[in-house]
């Protein structure tokens, strides 16, 4: 991030404030063995403090999406921001030339809030902040430029105090979970009655499908659904229609209840559950021979109103 704000900051003052002239530009500290070298024209611009700009750091993660869909595929760490200072100053052989360079930069600094985008280059390109610029304003309380020059070994001389605010990104991601695309439905039926659903934004979708193959009148298939017999299995005889007398046929059901009973075997202590089934009115539990090898699962203690 440095060298990308070293290069972007060189390519405007080339372009800005030297407009075409042999001057250097150039990032080294001006102390005096640099100084007795120098021998020609020189914009310096000496990197001599790094800190973060705490007052814009961002604390919640943020989201990336998705380019095509635009779910949100990642979770990243917002890029940090640091203010780079930065010890502008000119050399040349007479204090007259070296004002007007002084002034060229200022004037190309001030007239510039941030970077122009066309001179950044690597993840400055890509960061969605742009490089802020101030120029020459008052120093914190627990820096001047007078300790800058006293650290360096040399002279004061007429400088611009100039701070580049920059992003630097992370790199840190995480993945999140998979986009919930559906919510969720809630259905409520039993023998003789439709399902009752929740409709998904004005359609019923999977469960009017439901609804349609499950018909108040399908009274087998209801009890197939109940019971928990296997879904689509033959059609039980004789349980639409005890289903469809009602109470009317409790004693008969009864009767039917008790034959298939001993034919297949049950218990007696199902047999009288059986007759206390059809002496409440309630219709004949089918038998498990005839739902087509299901699985019939009843709760003792719970009536099947």
């Known amino acids: 991030m440095i060298a990308e704000v070293d290069a972007a900051l060189e390519a405007l003052v080339r372009r800005d404030a030297v407009n075409g002239a042999r001057v250097d530009v150039l990032f080294d500290a001006p102390n005096k063995e640099w100084v007795a070298r120098r021998n020609a024209p020189t914009i310096d611009l000496y990197l001599y403090d790094i800190r973060e700009d705490l007052p814009r750091r961002q604390l919640a993660m943020e989201p990336v999406r998705d380019g095509s869909s635009g779910h949100v595929t990642q979770r990243r760490l917002p890029a940090r921001r640091f203010r780079l200072s930065y010890l502008v ?60 020059w006293s650290a360096l070994g040399g002279e004061l001389k007429p400088s611009l105090d100039l701070v580049a605010t920059a992003p630097l990104d992370l790199a840190y991601t995480h993945a999140v979970g998979a986009p919930i695309l559906e919510e969720p439905l809630l259905g409520i039926g039993g023998p003789g009655i439709a399902a009752e659903t929740v409709g998904r934004n004005g359609h019923d979708g999977a469960a009017a499908r439901r609804r349609a193959q499950l018909a108040p009148e399908d009274a087998a298939e209801q009890t197939t659904l109940i019971h928990g017999a296997v879904l689509g299995a033959p059609e039980v005889p004789g349980v639409a229609s005890a289903t469809a007398r009602g109470a009317g046929a409790g004693a008969a059901g009864a009767t039917g209840g008790k034959r298939r ?6 218990s007696a202590d199902e047999a009288a559950a059986a007759g206390e089934e059809a002496a409440e009115g309630r219709p004949p539990e089918p038998p498990f021979s005839e739902l087509g090898g299901g699985r019939i699962v009843r709760l003792r203690g719970i009536p099947r109103r």
């Open 261 to 266: 009973a001993a034919k297949a075997g049950e």
């Open 89 to 148: 100053t000119a050399w040349t052989q007479r204090p007259e030339d070296e004002h007007r360079l002084l002034a060229a930069c200022l004037a190309t600094l001030a007239r510039n809030e941030f970077i122009p985008f066309d001179l950044v280059d690597g993840s400055l390109a890509t960061s969605p902040y742009p490089v802020l610029l101030t120029v020459c304003l008052p120093p914190p309380q627990d820096r001047s430029i007078a300790d800058v």
